[in-house]
């Protein structure tokens, strides 16, 4: 039989904060987003690029720049290396429909 899965406030093993977590997670929330990020910065300086990614990574040290503010595309200073990069804001195209009136037959 499963053990039920419980969420409750328990230690994190990685950075030794109180966190809510399931009792079989090895790490908090955070911790894993870290990790996450960490390893997707890595594979952005690999590549020298990101791209349609949730967050903005700098292509030359693999910081994670953050989103805020950010409206447009523009160049950035990286705040880790101090290089330049140019952020591109993609957006997602959404789909909507109506209906147009039909057109009068023609008699
Ligand atoms: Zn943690
Ligand atoms: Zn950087």
Same mark, same amino acid.
């Given at each position: 039989m499963m053990e039920k899965p419980i969420y409750e406030k328990r230690i994190c093993p990685e950075c030794k904060k109180e966190r809510s977590m399931w009792? /079989? @997670?090895?790490?908090c929330f955070e911790c894993r987003d870290k990790k996450r990020i960490a390893k997707l910065g890595k594979e952005v300086v690999e590549e020298g690029e990101s791209y349609n990614e949730d967050e903005i990574i700098c292509?030359?040290?693999?910081?994670?720049?953050?989103? /805020? @503010?950010?409206q447009e595309s523009t160049d950035c200073n990286c705040y880790e290396c101090d290089k330049k990069f140019h952020v591109d804001i993609e957006y997602s195209a959404s789909y909507s429909t109506s209906k147009l009136q039909a057109m009068q037959e023609i008699k």
């Open positions: 009792n /079989d @997670d090895k790490e292509p030359w040290c693999g910081a994670d720049y953050g989103t /805020d @503010d950010m």
